[in-house]
């Protein structure tokens, strides 16, 4: 979120309906999650193949 109030704060806010703060705001909306999706199956598919093939 502090991203997007720096760009609101650099290209004005979503009320003004700037189509530059769209266009900076949108890929932040989409490659933040996606980033933080793929960490999160990466994570627990090592933690799955770690576990699984240690032996006792």
């Given at each position: 979120?502090?991203?997007?109030n720096?760009v609101q704060i650099?290209?004005?806010?979503?009320?003004?309906g700037?189509p530059?703060?769209y266009?900076a705001?949108?890929?932040?909306?989409?490659?933040?999650?996606?980033a933080?999706?793929?960490?999160?199956?990466?994570?627990f598919y090592a933690?799955?193949v770690n576990?699984?093939?240690?032996q006792?």
């Amino acid at each position: 979120m502090s991203l997007v109030n720096l760009v609101q704060i650099k290209l004005g806010t979503f009320a003004c309906g700037s189509p530059h703060t769209y266009a900076a705001v949108l890929p932040i909306f989409i490659l933040v999650p996606s980033a933080l999706l793929i960490y999160v199956v990466l994570l627990f598919y090592a933690l799955l193949v770690n576990t699984s093939t240690t032996q006792p």
